[in-house]
């Protein structure tokens, strides 16, 4: 079975600063990999994957996450803060195996990103 | 505009108490997903429905029970079966390949009076 570990529960970081999100995964199959932000009370909306191809992609808000294969992660970077990016963050995977899985995605306990003036 | 509809978006139970929490979609996707969020625990799959008419357990199915009669629509009902109900509760629905993006709903707290 798939798992998520996000290897940081809460991240404070200062306005302008680069950041770092870190993100594990465990699966016996290919995987498709995803990162998904909340705002408060909100629902989830989708800020970058991983299909195939480059390892390193980018998304939405000047955020990037780089595949890492042999380390099994897929962290998620940006080089430059906004007080608007103060929000909860997911990672999730996909499993496929030739087929399709249905989208049932498997989430990491979330990461919360917190920017100070 | 195109979207995912949650209703309502706070919601309180007695105990011994069965509710519904309504999901509408109408973005003509196929899959429809029910996750309960819990501080600190990500999100946690509740069923799924890939298709009218069908439907999977998910990780933590116990004490819940869903419906699929329409395309549109993913009502989850909570039973009195489930004794730690309170939490956000989110739908989902995409077009049903593991390679899509999932469009969520804005959510439902639930809570128990």
């Known amino acids: 079975a798939q798992s998520v570990t996000q290897l940081d529960s809460q991240v404070p970081v200062f306005e302008e600063a680069p950041v770092e999100l870190r993100c594990n995964y465990s699966s016996s199959v290919s995987v498709y990999l995803f990162w998904y932000v909340q705002y408060p009370n909100q629902g989830l909306q989708l800020l970058l994957k991983y299909l195939s191809g480059s390892t390193l992609v980018k998304g939405i808000n000047g955020f990037e996450a780089e595949f890492n294969k042999s380390q099994t992660s897929f962290h998620l970077r940006k080089p430059s803060v906004h007080i608007s990016d103060t929000a909860e963050y997911f990672c999730a995977v996909s499993e496929y195996a030739g087929g399709t899985s249905y989208g049932k995605l498997t989430f990491g306990q979330g990461t919360i990103l917190t920017v100070h003036p | 505009d195109g979207g995912i509809t949650q209703s309502p978006k706070y919601l309180f139970r007695k105990e011994g108490q069965n509710v519904t929490l309504s999901c509408e979609q109408n973005l003509n996707h196929d899959a429809m997903y029910w996750y309960r969020q819990d501080p600190g625990q990500g999100l946690r799959l509740i069923y799924y429905s890939q298709i009218v008419n069908d439907f999977q357990k998910g990780d933590i199915a116990e004490g819940y029970s869903v419906s699929r009669e329409k395309k549109e629509s993913f009502p989850l009902t909570v039973t009195s079966a489930q004794k730690n109900p309170t939490a956000f509760y989110l739908c989902?629905?995409?077009?049903?390949?593991?390679?899509?993006?999932?469009?969520f709903g804005s959510g439902t707290q639930l809570s128990v009076l």
């Open positions: 989902a629905s995409s077009t049903g390949g593991s390679n899509e993006k999932l469009f």
